[in-house]
Nanobody, 124 residues
């Protein structure tokens, strides 16, 4: 079991940027692929971006391509989600999740470890 902790959420104006962090104190985190998800009120949790165990492979859902960038710093045991050109429809609780595999997957059922979430609110 790997415990994850998200940080970096907050209130930002439309067009602004935020960087979310997903950190773990367990060294085993380096053996995990990691995904970022979000859930808006009344909606299902959706996959946004994923990064492979090595960091060499990334994947994005169409709605965030070109605006969000996922990366990982293995020395800090942290995965980041850089978000730019934010829109009001990006408002949601953002979660990171991990699984002990090489590659990520878009379905929530594929992940065994989840953080508690961080709120992102984009004002118009």
């Amino acid at each position: 079991q790997v415990e994850l902790a998200e940080s970096g959420g907050g209130l930002v104006q439309a067009g602004g940027s935020l960087r979310l962090s997903c950190a773990s104190s367990r060294s085993a985190f380096s053996e995990h692929a990691v995904g970022w998800f979000r859930q808006a009120p009344g909606k299902e949790r959706e996959f946004l971006a994923g990064i492979s165990r090595s960091g060499a492979n990334t994947d994005y859902t169409d709605s965030v391509k070109g605006r969000f960038t996922i990366s990982r710093d293995r020395a800090k045991n942290t995965v980041y989600l850089q978000m730019s050109s934010l829109k009001p429809e990006d408002t949601a609780v953002y979660y990171c999740a991990s699984r002990r595999t090489i590659l990520t997957a878009p379905a929530t059922r594929n992940y065994s470890n989840w953080g508690q979430g961080t709120q992102v609110t984009v004002s118009s």
